[in-house]
C-alpha cells in the first residue's frame, strides 16, 4: 500500500459528460501528479501540483483541469468526455527532497 | 512524448534465471527511475539512480547507468514467478524539477 489513495476505482460514463476523480497523497506529501496510462499512448504525464500551486504541465487536453486543495487532496476534472478518453488515470505524490513518486490504485474510465 | 525506450518489449524465463531490461533515452538527465506494474494496477517504485552514479543495487535488483550512452539496465537476479509484471524506465530531465517521462515498458513473465 503506497499511502495514496484514489476514488472511484472504476468509473463508467457516456461522450460528452464530465467527471471528477480525486486522489488523496500520502501524509505530508506536498507534490501530487496526475498521469493518464492508455495502450496507445503508454503512460502520459498530465500536470503537477505542488503544494496547491500548479508546477508543471505535461499532455493535459484543454478539456482536462486540475487542482489540489487545501488539504493537499487533488481533483482531475474531465470534461466532454470522448471515447478516447478511456484509460487509467493515476495519481502520485511525492515529498520535498524526494524524487521518488509514490501511485494510488488509479481510477479506470470507461466512455461508452 | 516517450523518453525511454525499454528493451526488449517483451521477456519470457524460467523461476531462478535472471532477467536483463534496459533503457535508453534522449535527453540529459537528473536521475533515472525504474517502476513495476502489476497487471493494471499502480506503479511501485524500485529504484532510483542518480546521473553521477553508476550503478545501484537493492536486494535482488541492480541497476547500471551510462550516462555517455544514454541507457540504463535493470538486472533482477534469481527470478520468482512473483516478479512477473510490466516494468518502465522513467526519466528526470536535467532541470525540469520532478516530472517523470517514462518508456513504454517491458513485459516479464516468469515461468514457475
Known amino acids: 500500500d503506497s499511502g495514496v489513495t484514489q476514488t472511484p476505482k472504476h468509473l463508467i460514463t457516456a461522450t460528452g459528460q464530465r467527471v471528477t476523480l480525486r486522489c488523496s497523497p500520502r501524509s505530508g506529501d506536498l507534490s501530487v501528479y496526475w498521469y493518464q496510462q492508455s495502450l496507445d499512448q503508454g503512460l502520459q504525464f498530465l500536470i503537477q501540483y505542488y503544494n496547491g500551486e500548479e508546477r508543471a504541465k505535461g499532455n493535459i487536453l484543454e478539456r482536462f483541469s486540475a487542482q489540489q486543495f487545501p488539504d493537499l487532496h487533488s481533483e482531475l476534472n474531465l470534461s466532454s468526455l470522448e471515447l478516447g478518453d478511456s484509460a487509467l488515470y493515476f495519481c502520485?505524490?511525492?515529498?520535498?527532497?524526494?524524487?521518488?513518486?509514490?501511485f494510488g490504485p488509479g481510477t479506470r474510465l470507461t466512455v461508452t | 512524448s516517450q523518453q525511454g525506450e525499454e528493451d526488449p518489449q517483451a521477456l519470457s524465463i524460467q523461476e531462478g534465471e535472471n532477467a536483463t531490461m534496459n533503457c535508453s533515452y534522449k535527453?540529459?538527465?537528473?536521475?533515472l527511475q525504474w517502476y513495476r506494474q502489476n497487471s493494471g494496477r499502480g506503479l511501485v517504485h524500485l529504484i532510483l539512480i542518480r546521473s553521477n552514479e553508476r550503478e545501484k543495487h537493492s536486494g535482488r535488483l541492480r541497476v547500471t547507468l551510462d550516462t555517455s550512452k544514454k541507457s540504463s539496465s535493470l538486472l533482477i537476479t534469481a527470478s520468482r514467478a512473483a516478479d512477473t509484471a510490466s516494468y518502465f524506465c522513467a526519466t528526470v530531465k536535467t532541470g525540469a524539477n520532478s516530472k517523470l517521462t517514462f518508456g513504454k515498458g517491458i513485459t516479464l513473465s516468469v515461468r514457475p
Open positions: 502520485a505524490s511525492s515529498g520535498l527532497q524526494g524524487y521518488e513518486q509514490y
Open positions: 535527453t540529459s538527465i537528473n536521475n
